[in-house]
């Protein structure tokens, strides 16, 4: 196990999103993030490992409270720049029980034990004076510093910060963490290793194995949404009917416990892909409000996901039927029509029909004389590419989030509309997949091989590494 990593202290007035820079840069939501002042009353260690090794670590820290008594502590008795440090550690001694200095004394442990400073501040708001005894502590304290400027509100004061903290601080840099994505990040580590010589082979080795990681779950997703596509496309639901033939309430049935069963691999696989990207909290039975109420059979989905009735037509005739004749299940459940989809011209004048048929339904006899009634695997041209794309929009948006942005996943048109084309021999190639995975046959290991590569190849242009 590594156990020479680096190891920094992120301290600074309360409010200024140390929490957040922590949670972000150790891909952690643990972290608890509240714009109550005082949320953080305690130091707590949050180490970044990967398959094992500690690659760094974080410490979140209260803010400070009373930075000018406790300076003004240090200063009296004078002594030389080399014994500051000390000062500052006797400081700790005499009061660790005190509860006036309580925050002092948790931020200020962890960097006498050998932490780097990261001190964090609101570029938002006007640089004061009351600032600088908190960053003449710091300076007391022997250890590598830095400062990051957070913008939290709209305004900018950063030139102004940007002056008053080079004074006091090594490197100086400006970072959001409710908006860094993986080349900010790794350009906040790039600087992070420099603070300190001992630290710089640690840090280096750390972005390295972070940029292996990040592929690697890219890696992990397509593979998820392969899984998903196979699953959610050759899915099949029985319904014991007894010996006659099926009623239009059986029917019903069992047309919505299709659509829950198609809804419920969809959510499965999404706190799948979340978990991946160590969003561990967007647990499954959360994932209804992913996308505000626009559920995978929704007109609204229809239109923002799939494809537009040209592109249809001709990914239709492209590939011809998903499937066979049979008799087709439609959406509402009760309106069923005879399916004789034969053919590139057939295919796809049945796909311009867009959602007036979903799967196909079958009355099955048995030995025993007690039929069953089937519905799937999946017979709809358009569903495939509405769950394709939005398990791809949905896997960008959990990859490029950090940790510290807690809100819901929103569909922002904007976004949906440079949703990012797919060339069309990948079309074609991933249409004859939903062939196979809608053929009723069990899905072999190299055709989910196949379309996890594709999806693996778009994923690489759409999510940095």
Same mark, same amino acid.
């Given at each position: 196990?590594?156990?020479?990593?680096?190891?920094?202290?992120?301290?600074?007035?309360?409010?200024?999103?140390?929490?957040?820079?922590?949670?972000?840069?150790?891909?952690?939501?643990?972290?608890?993030?509240?714009?109550?002042?005082?949320?953080?009353?305690?130091?707590?260690?949050?180490?970044?490992?990967?398959?094992?090794?500690?690659?760094?670590?974080?410490?979140?820290?209260?803010?400070?409270?009373?930075?000018?008594?406790?300076?003004?502590?240090?200063?009296?008795?004078?002594?030389?720049?080399?014994?500051?440090?000390?000062?500052?550690?006797?400081?700790?001694?005499?009061?660790?029980?005190?509860?006036?200095?309580?925050?002092?004394?948790?931020?200020?442990?962890?960097?006498?034990?050998?932490?780097?400073?990261?001190?964090?501040?609101?570029?938002?708001?006007?640089?004061?004076?009351?600032?600088?005894?908190?960053?003449?502590?710091?300076?007391?304290?022997?250890?590598?510093?830095?400062?990051?400027?957070?913008?939290?509100?709209?305004?900018?004061?950063?030139?102004?910060?940007?002056?008053?903290?080079?004074?006091?601080?090594?490197?100086?840099?400006?970072?959001?963490?409710?908006?860094?994505?993986?080349?900010?990040?790794?350009?906040?580590?790039?600087?992070?290793?420099?603070?300190?010589?001992?630290?710089?082979?640690?840090?280096?080795?750390?972005?390295?194995?972070?940029?292996?990681?990040?592929?690697?779950?890219?890696?992990?997703?397509?593979?998820?949404? $392969?899984? !998903?596509?196979? %699953?959610? *496309?050759?899915?099949?639901?029985?319904? &014991?009917?007894?010996? +006659? /033939?099926? @009623?239009?309430?059986?029917?019903?049935?069992?047309?919505?416990?299709?659509?829950?069963?198609?809804?419920?691999?969809?959510?499965?696989?999404?706190?799948?892909?979340?978990?991946?990207?160590?969003?561990?909290?967007?647990?499954?039975?959360?994932?209804?409000?992913?996308?505000?109420?626009?559920?995978?059979?929704?007109?609204?989905?229809?239109?923002?996901?799939?494809?537009?009735?040209?592109?249809?037509?001709?990914?239709?005739?492209?590939?011809?039927?998903?499937?066979?004749?049979?008799?087709?299940?439609?959406?509402?459940?009760?309106?069923?029509?005879?399916?004789?989809?034969?053919?590139?011209?057939?295919?796809?004048?049945? $796909?311009? !029909?867009?959602? %007036?048929? *979903?799967?196909?339904?079958?009355?099955? &006899?048995?030995?025993? +004389? /007690?039929? @069953?009634?089937?519905?799937?695997?999946?017979?709809?041209?358009?569903?495939?590419?509405?769950?394709?794309?939005?398990?791809?929009?949905?896997?960008?948006?959990?990859?490029?989030?950090?940790?510290?942005?807690?809100?819901?996943?929103?569909?922002?048109?904007?976004?949906?509309?440079?949703?990012?084309?797919?060339?069309?021999?990948?079309?074609?190639?991933?249409?004859?997949?939903?062939?196979?995975?809608?053929?009723?046959?069990?899905?072999?290991?190299?055709?989910?091989?196949?379309?996890?590569?594709?999806?693996?190849?778009?994923?690489?242009?759409?999510?940095?590494?």
């Amino acid at each position: 196990m590594n156990t020479a990593y680096a190891k920094f202290a992120v301290v600074g007035h309360p409010n200024k999103g140390k929490s957040s820079i922590v949670s972000t840069l150790a891909f952690d939501e643990s972290v608890a993030i509240s714009p109550v002042p005082g949320t953080t009353t305690r130091q707590r260690a949050y180490p970044l490992r990967i398959d094992g090794e500690t690659l760094y670590e974080l410490y979140d820290t209260p803010g400070f409270q009373r930075a000018r008594a406790v300076l003004e502590w240090l200063r009296r008795e004078p002594v030389s720049a080399d014994k500051k440090p000390e000062r500052v550690r006797q400081f700790i001694h005499a009061h660790r029980r005190d509860p006036r200095f309580a925050d002092e004394i948790e931020l200020l442990e962890p960097v006498m034990n050998g932490a780097g400073v990261v001190y964090v501040v609101d570029g938002s708001k006007p640089y004061g004076s009351e600032y600088e005894a908190e960053m003449e502590i710091l300076r007391w304290t022997g250890q590598p510093t830095m400062a990051l400027i957070n913008l939290i509100g709209d305004e900018d004061y950063v030139e102004n910060w940007e002056r008053a903290l080079g004074q006091y601080f090594r490197m100086v840099r400006v970072f959001n963490p409710m908006k860094a994505g993986f080349a900010q990040m790794t350009a906040l580590l790039e600087s992070m290793a420099q603070l300190k010589e001992a630290w710089t082979a640690p840090v280096k080795h750390a972005i390295g194995i972070f940029e292996r990681y990040q592929r690697r779950k890219i890696d992990d997703s397509a593979a998820q949404i $392969a899984e !998903l596509m196979a %699953g959610a *496309l050759g899915h099949i639901e029985t319904m &014991g009917i007894g010996t +006659g /033939s099926a @009623t239009k309430t059986q029917k019903e049935r069992i047309a919505k416990r299709y659509r829950e069963a198609l809804r419920r691999i969809e959510k499965e696989a999404y706190a799948r892909i979340a978990q991946t990207w160590n969003h561990r909290r967007l647990e499954p039975q959360e994932q209804s409000a992913v996308f505000e109420g626009i559920d995978l059979f929704s007109k609204q989905s229809e239109s923002l996901f799939g494809l537009g009735k040209k592109e249809l037509i001709l990914t239709g005739a492209l590939s011809g039927a998903l499937g066979g004749s049979g008799i087709d299940l439609a959406l509402g459940g009760s309106s069923l029509m005879l399916g004789s989809a034969l053919g590139a011209v057939t295919g796809g004048a049945g $796909a311009a !029909l867009g959602f %007036g048929k *979903l799967a196909r339904l079958q009355v099955l &006899g048995r030995t025993l +004389g /007690s039929n @069953t009634l089937q519905a799937g695997p999946l017979q709809d041209r358009n569903v495939p590419h509405i769950l394709l794309r939005r398990a791809l929009y949905f896997t960008r948006e959990v990859a490029n989030r950090p940790h510290a942005d807690r809100r819901r996943i929103r569909l922002e048109h904007e976004l949906l509309s440079r949703r990012g084309e797919i060339d069309a021999d990948t079309k074609k190639a991933l249409e004859k997949l939903h062939r196979k995975f809608a053929s009723g046959h069990p899905v072999k290991k190299e055709f989910l091989q196949q379309y996890a590569e594709h999806i693996r190849q778009i994923l690489l242009e759409q999510i940095p590494h």
